[in-house]
DNA sequence: CTGTTAGCGCCTTCAA
DNA sequence: TTGAAGGCGCTAACAG
């Protein structure tokens, strides 16, 4: 009963112990025909190997190859929101390329809470992961800043790689991206079509990657000949609802003259969008809406969002390999956006 | 220069054997103080341990952990596309729930190809996961499909334990969604509002979830008077763009009278949509729009989604509990849905 | 309560 | 080429 190996119910995994028994051969053998890297074990003893582990199900044991061999086939991933398009997007090219090179990525979600990041990092840095990948950035006075660049520091002494994503706090490998200048790009269109009065809904105080979209807009502004008050800069959560909140907040002190409105993310500004339409106004025409990322859904909303368009997917792939040493993911330079007027911002004739 | 422990450059991380030498105890106290589950250790023993293991920035190998317990911290979970917000909002609760249980999720994206998700699977199994979770269904008739029930029975067999979300191929734990009570409910609402000619985009053939839908739609207008031609009925795929493309399949056909066009989930809808502006039709006005599963940005298009709303986080935190043998996860039956009605769907007086 | 000592499953010298 | 044996970092009896 117990003859076959198939089907039958041990509750424990078949281990290359057993294998090797099952085939005659020693353990090392079985080893080396399963996983040894230059193969050089003789055919016949190999296919006999083969055959044993696929008649007993053999799976080996990843945690167990790790130990032995000192070094393990894991990423590790750190975003703010798992269910955001921002990092769900990023989140699948770091998944895709580490599929690529056969490495596991495991994921943790640090609800934009710091104290929460160093826990995870923390805990995660015990599984030995090739790679550590932070996207999302956090406060920039944080109480926890320090122990945060500590515990990463440590982890790339023994040996580990920390890359982050769009965020220039620490001074590890950075997949950077061009908000400021992406920012000042958008800016200046804008006032090329047109609009000469802005607002902007920011993120919560000292957000980096929020800080350097404003700074940029506003470098535009000044250039192209906008203007922008510190009344009409509003900040909110970095979060649709917090776009919506800024939104109404603006609506309410009476829009101002403010021809258009730019959200530091395309979530913000899809948020904002539905302000707009709440409060009776047309997007697009009463006041003009501009985001930041272009996300997949802001080609589906309406009016069609105007943004800056960041290839999320890509920033993924490239943390993943700039971290794995490719040398062209590092010498690509920061991460390339581009303006994509739509419909959200029409223009204005003057 | 050494001395400190902090700082230092050494290249492989502390052990727990160095903690035990530095603070002057065994091993076993060192582990004990550390880990342990019974807290059994002196004291100025254990306060000397926790300092030379912060002193030594000493993290526990967790692969070594699981290897010495026999059982890792770890769960698994393969979903058929990261950046699709059906699948990170479920990604979501699982994450969620696996960090309320100390638990790490390891993430793999099959990308809706069955042979891919065996081999994710095989791969997976290695890490010893307590728990596997695999949500997107696969085409019913598929050749692999035996394969992957195989593996995964072999995985339950060796103590793992699988669940399966919102697929009913095979016979494992599986948090079920009412797709065809909740498509049925659509229906019959949609009648209530004066509808009568339909048209459905579903996804391609044999996936459950799109068949379950439709199926359930069907049955919805047969008892409460909508027709549904079977011409009228066309298959695309399961995303967006497929939506995009069933729209403008049906609208080139000359729409023929129909009144409302059903998506079998909302990330189709969504594209629909578009696909109706697009030929220059008001969607709701020209032709109304439902979807199914309530996904967060189907609130922020225009017009708003009418849709079947589904728990999206909360299928991803039951599955998790449901593997963890929690009793109240596996005795709340299936899912509930609810009829959202909204501006795609304004209703028809006659 | 503490330390000693086998393992856990696997890899990798080292001889044979 | 193959096998025997030690070791990876940690846990869990087992004595003391």
Redesign the pocket.
């Known amino acids: 009963m117990t003859e076959t190996g198939i089907g039958t119910s041990r509750s424990?995994p078949a281990?290359?112990?057993d294998v090797a028994r099952e085939a005659g051969?020693?353990?090392?053998?079985a080893?080396?025909s399963?996983?040894?890297?230059t193969r050089?074990?003789?055919d016949?003893?190999r296919k006999r190997v083969l055959d044993a582990a696929a008649r007993l199900d053999y799976s080996?044991?990843l945690s167990?190859?790790a130990?032995?061999?000192?070094t393990t086939t894991t990423v590790a991933l750190l975003v703010a929101d798992i269910a955001d398009p921002y990092f769900s997007s990023i989140a699948a090219g770091v998944v895709a390329e580490a599929d690529h090179e056969r490495l596991i990525v495991t994921m943790a979600a640090t609800e934009r809470d710091p104290e929460r990041e160093l826990e995870l990092v923390r805990t995660l840095r015990g599984q030995r992961p090739r790679v550590m990948i932070l996207a999302g950035s956090r406060p920039t006075s944080d109480p926890t800043e320090g122990a945060l660049g500590e515990e990463l520091a440590a982890y790339e002494r023994s040996g580990g790689r920390v890359v982050l994503i769009s965020r220039n706090e620490f001074d590890f490998r950075t997949v950077i991206v061009e908000n400021t200048a992406g920012a000042e790009a958008l800016a200046r269109e804008l006032v090329g079509i047109g609009y000469r009065r802005f607002a902007v809904i920011t993120g919560g105080e000292g957000l980096r990657t929020a800080a350097d979209r404003v700074e940029g807009f506003r470098a535009g502004l000044a250039a192209a000949g906008g203007t922008l008050d510190d009344e009409h800069v509003v900040r909110a959560a970095f979060t649709r609802d917090g776009g919506y909140d800024g939104m109404r907040q603006l609506i309410e002190s009476g829009l101002d003259g403010i021809e258009l409105v730019f959200a530091a993310n395309d979530v913000m500004a899809v948020g904002a969008l539905s302000a707009v339409r709440d409060a009776g106004l047309t997007p697009g025409t009463d006041v003009a809406v501009a985001g930041f990322d272009d996300i997949p859904t802001v080609r589906d909303v309406t009016p069609a969002l105007t943004t800056v368009r960041v290839p999320l997917e890509e920033l993924g792939r490239r943390a993943l390999r700039l971290a794995l040493g490719d040398e062209s993911a590092s010498s690509e330079g920061a991460v390339r956006t581009e303006v994509v007027l739509r419909e959200s911002t029409p223009g204005i004739t003057r």
């Open positions: 424990t281990t290359l112990h051969v020693s353990l090392a053998t080893s080396r399963l996983n040894g890297s050089k074990v003789n016949e003893y080996p044991n167990a190859q130990v032995a061999r000192g």
